[in-house]
């Protein structure tokens, strides 16, 4: 590894180090500020399930985002992107949704729905890969503007395999349900 190359993965490193302080030193207060649903934040997103299997065809993961109406807002959205990254990688690469329909795209709740949940599943997925989603937030207020956005990420979903299986050009995604 070149000089080079040691600084900018001990800067990423230290940046990431941060961030995780921050976010972890700011998620109690973020929670208690929402005052929505009691002590819960408005918004989650979640890795529901992992499946991990010798054959690629049985490996899948599934990710959940849910968003609960603030007061004021009108409407709210969501978009779920998947993510990977291969080993020794330092950060993660968004998979391209080609032919997954829903992945990738901005999905909005009906009007009056206090509690908006979406679920994709990506399976096929690549050998020695990690997975995680990153879900995207949107509240509008009664005019239609945006009002307030979160961006949370999952964690990840670690997949076993052998060297030569590595590649994400098969990894496919399809809808669960609303």
């Not at 399976?123 to 879900?135: F, P």
Request: charged share 20%; glycine share 12%; proline share 6%.
């Amino acid at each position: 590894m070149s000089p080079i190359d040691r600084r900018l993965r001990a800067a990423a490193c230290a940046a990431l180090g941060f961030a995780a302080a921050l976010a972890l030193g700011g998620a109690g207060a973020a929670a208690a500020s929402a005052g929505t649903n009691g002590d819960r934040p408005p918004a989650s997103a979640t890795l529901e399930k992992c499946v991990t299997a010798g054959d690629q065809l049985e490996r899948y993961a599934t990710f959940a985002g849910r968003m609960v109406a603030l007061p004021d807002t009108t409407g709210m959205a969501m978009r779920i992107d998947v993510e990977e990254r291969a080993p020794g990688h330092l950060f993660f690469r968004r998979v391209e949704g080609a032919g997954s329909p829903g992945l990738g795209a901005w999905r909005a709740s009906e009007p009056g729905v206090q509690i908006f949940k979406d679920v994709k599943q990506v399976s096929n997925l690549s050998a020695q890969l990690e997975y995680r989603a990153v879900v995207r937030f949107r509240w509008s207020g009664p005019k239609g503007i945006v009002v307030k956005r979160e961006v949370l990420r999952t964690p990840a979903c670690r997949q076993p395999g052998h060297v030569g299986q590595v590649g994400s050009e098969a990894a496919t995604a399809r809808m669960l349900g609303r």
